[in-house]
């Protein structure tokens, strides 16, 4: 008996240590220290802000200084990310503990160590094999990887989710105070990464019940009183773990929007961008990607398995269902959901691939103890879901033209901090200030808020009252500074803003492509000086019909802008 356990763990630390192995080897070869866009900026910006600042919050020395699209204002030049803080919380973090570079490997590791866990909760419920091959099916997921190497809170929230769900079915089999507290901890810090994860309370409610149950047809009468105490108490202190997780948001909540229940998506509006006529535009949309871009094979058989496992182990598959349906339903009846074959909306449904990747296993594995040829024919399942992925399912490309975007960012970021004092003026485009803004403290300057149709673009949020990614507050402001400006006034204003800080002895820098330098010099006009500092070229290998990929080259130029 013993040799055959302690066979079973040799197995387990072999199948663990080679998905491991596979997954850092993926995410080492494309892995870059850098990030682009919107929700990253959000993310970022924060933890470097609490890192070097101790300070959350964005403040800027004027009106027309550059805010990135998803975050909120909430005093006059005080702005907020509208995202939770637990994953800008673990960057900082790591920000301050081995410097600026080591922010980015937070994501990595937690796409790591969902893997793990996948791992072993896939073993405490269907045993070793499932494990393995339910992580192998994790790592190589288009999804999974990509955002891996991204800076958003989707990894995180997977991360947290898995682990969370195995230390809830943990005490849902064993009980203990450690595996309650545990359970409400990691559970709770998802919904800190991102809000929805908070549905995660109800496979929690489900595993009480079910312990509650279980244990009471164990237990003999006259015990039972001692038994429902046990786990009374064990579900209170699953609760208070929860609480002490939640409690730092709560205050991050009172001190940046006013209220402990008030979110920076409320200030949005999108805290009402859930709906039924949503639901009705999106289902197909869902159903498409997720059966074809995210869970290839996986999540037509994850649904029929977590049906199955309802019919023939309850307990397991109302775990499963209860952590999986909400929130595919939720997210299917919001109102951000992008067309197309990108993975935008997919991300919203990561945090419960596991859930779908384990249900599959319900089909694919009978209730019984796996026969060899069994596992067999489920490893072939598992081979032709990762070779499709890694080949169809342009897991390999996408992530190549991820890390080709990604070391333009660095390599402009590396060359701002060595030749742009802190303190100077950056004016480049809104999508490079995203990334600039992360290489220190500087006056950032959108190139295209001087420019009218730029304000006219955003001023349309008032058009309705439906919810935006662009706070409305924020378009009111812009209305009253720049709404009755004409093209010419707005390059007017541009000007003056440049002449007031160059006045002030404040460096001033220009980020822009090859194709955008005369444009932009010439709105400038002659009273400024352009000198250039650094050059690189942006290589990226777009997807194409062929085998190889076509390489397309932009030039960029760093530049330093003086009054003649």
């Not at 009846?333 to 691939?353: C, D, H, I, N, T």
């Not at 935006?468 to 803003?497: C, I, M, N, S």
């Amino acid at each position: 008996m013993k040799t055959n356990e302690f066979r079973s763990r040799l197995y387990a630390a072999v199948a663990l240590l080679g998905v491991l192995s596979l997954s850092i080897a993926l995410l080492n070869g494309f892995y870059v220290a850098s990030y682009e866009g919107v929700d990253e900026n959000g993310c970022m910006g924060t933890a470097r802000r609490l890192a070097v600042h101790g300070d959350p919050a964005k403040r800027t020395s004027d009106p027309y200084e550059y805010v990135s699209e998803n975050v909120v204002q909430v005093g006059e030049n005080v702005f907020y990310a509208k995202y939770p803080i637990g994953y800008p919380a673990l960057c900082a973090l790591a920000y301050k503990l081995a410097g600026s570079d080591a922010a980015f490997l937070v994501n990595p590791v937690l796409a790591v160590l969902a893997v793990a866990g996948i791992f072993f909760l896939g073993r405490a419920m269907f045993g070793n094999i499932v494990g393995a091959f339910a992580a192998i099916l994790l790592t190589v997921n288009p999804l999974t990887a990509f955002y891996g190497l991204s800076a958003r809170t989707h990894t995180g929230a997977l991360c947290f989710a898995v682990w969370g769900m195995f230390f809830v079915w943990r005490w849902a089999e064993r009980g203990g105070w450690a595996n309650a507290a545990l359970a409400g901890a990691v559970t709770a810090y998802a919904s800190t990464v991102r809000y929805t994860e908070a549905l995660l309370v109800l496979p929690v409610c489900a595993m009480v019940v079910w312990r509650s149950v279980e244990q009471r047809r164990k237990t003999a009468v006259d015990q039972r009183r001692t038994m429902c105490r046990q786990i009374v108490n064990e579900v209170l202190v699953m609760a208070a773990a929860a609480l002490v997780t939640v409690t730092p948001l709560l205050i991050h909540h009172y001190v940046a929007y006013g209220a402990p229940w008030r979110t920076g998506y409320a200030l949005c509006g999108e805290d009402t961008g859930f709906g039924w006529a949503w639901f009705k535009a999106n289902w197909e949309l869902m159903l498409t990607r997720l059966d074809t871009g995210a869970l290839f094979l996986i999540f037509p058989v994850g649904l029929a398995g977590i049906c199955s496992l309802i019919g023939q182990q309850p307990k397991r598959g109302s775990f499963l269902a209860s952590w999986a349906f909400p929130s595919i339903l939720l997210y299917t009846a919001y109102y951000w959901a992008p067309q197309g074959e990108g993975p935008s909306y997919m991300r919203f449904f990561l945090s419960v691939f596991p859930a779908l990747i384990l249900g599959a296993f319900g089909v694919l594995c009978p209730p019984e103890r796996l026969r060899p040829w069994t596992s067999v024919c489920v490893g072939c399942f598992v081979g032709v879901v990762a070779v499709w992925n890694l080949q169809a399912g342009q897991l390999l490309p996408n992530l190549e033209m991820q890390r080709d975007r990604l070391l333009r960012d660095k390599i402009m970021t590396d060359l701002v901090r060595r030749n742009v004092p802190s303190g100077s003026v950056i004016l480049a485009t809104g999508s490079t200030l995203n990334t600039v803004e992360y290489a220190g403290d500087y006056h950032l300057y959108s190139q295209q808020v001087f420019t009218r149709d730029w304000v006219r673009r955003r001023l349309s949020v008032l058009k309705d009252n439906d919810p935006h990614p662009f706070q409305r507050d924020k378009a009111l402001a812009l209305e009253r500074l720049l709404g009755d400006k004409t093209d010419a006034q707005l390059a007017g204003l541009q000007r003056e803003v440049l002449a007031q800080h160059l006045a002030a002895e404040r460096a001033v820098a220009v980020i822009c492509t090859k194709a955008e330098f005369g444009i932009w010099r010439g709105r400038l006009g002659d009273q400024f000086k352009w000198k250039p500092i650094a050059e690189w070229v942006e290589v990226q290998n777009a997807s194409t019909a062929g085998l190889l990929p076509k390489p397309q080259c932009t030039s960029w130029g760093l530049y330093s802008v003086t009054l003649r």
